[in-house]
C-alpha cells in the first residue's frame, strides 16, 4: 500500500545514531545518507528521516506510530534495547500483547524527538 514514510528531525546525526542501533536488530540499514536526509530499509529505502525546522510535536496521545517488521522475539527484543541505550524512551518493554493477537510479540520506545515506535513479531 504505501512505498515509503518520511518524518521530520531537528537533529540528523543524532537519529542516525538512534535509528542505526535501533533498526539494526531488524535488518535494516541506512542505504542513503546526506547533511539533510537518511533512508533506512532493506533492499531499497521505505522510511526517510529528513531535517525539518517544526517536526510533529511530542505527542503521546496523537495516535502517529510506526511499527516496524521484525524477523523473531529476539530482534523484538534487541531493538528495544538498543533504542534505549541510544537516547530512546520506553514505551512498552518487548512481550506479548494477547489483546492484539496469541501471538502478536512487541516492543515500543519513543524516539529522541518524540515518534511512537514499535517493533513487531507475529510467529511462533
Same mark, same amino acid.
Given at each position: 500500500?504505501?512505498?515509503?514514510?518520511?518524518?521530520?528531525?531537528?537533529?540528523?546525526?543524532?537519529?542516525?545514531?538512534?535509528? #542505526?542501533? &535501533?533498526?539494526?536488530?531488524?535488518?535494516?540499514?541506512?542505504?542513503? &545518507?546526506?547533511?539533510?536526509?537518511?533512508?533506512?530499509?532493506?533492499?531499497?529505502?521505505?522510511?526517510?528521516?529528513?531535517? &525539518?525546522?517544526?517536526?510533529?510535536?511530542? #505527542?503521546?496521545?496523537?495516535?502517529?506510530?510506526?511499527?516496524?517488521?521484525?524477523?523473531?522475539?529476539?530482534?523484538?527484543?534487541? !531493538?528495544?534495547?538498543? &533504542?534505549?541505550?541510544?537516547?530512546?524512551?520506553?514505551?512498552?518493554?518487548?512481550?506479548?500483547?494477547? #489483546?492484539?493477537?496469541?501471538?502478536?510479540?512487541?516492543?515500543?520506545? !519513543?524516539?529522541?524527538?518524540?515518534?511512537?515506535?514499535?517493533?513487531?513479531?507475529?510467529?511462533?
Amino acid at each position: 500500500m504505501l512505498d515509503h514514510v518520511s518524518i521530520g528531525v531537528r537533529d540528523i546525526a543524532k537519529a542516525k545514531g538512534f535509528y #542505526d542501533a &535501533a533498526l539494526k536488530p531488524l535488518g535494516f540499514a541506512c542505504l542513503s &545518507a546526506d547533511e539533510g536526509s537518511l533512508g533506512y530499509g532493506k533492499e531499497g529505502v521505505g522510511f526517510w528521516i529528513n531535517s &525539518a525546522e517544526r517536526p510533529v510535536a511530542d #505527542d503521546p496521545k496523537s495516535g502517529l506510530h510506526f511499527c516496524f517488521a521484525a524477523p523473531n522475539r529476539a530482534s523484538v527484543a534487541a !531493538f528495544h534495547a538498543a &533504542a534505549l541505550a541510544h537516547g530512546g524512551r520506553d514505551n512498552g518493554k518487548p512481550g506479548l500483547r494477547k #489483546d492484539y493477537g496469541p501471538h502478536y510479540y512487541a516492543a515500543y520506545v !519513543f524516539d529522541p524527538e518524540g515518534y511512537r515506535l514499535e517493533a513487531y513479531f507475529g510467529g511462533k
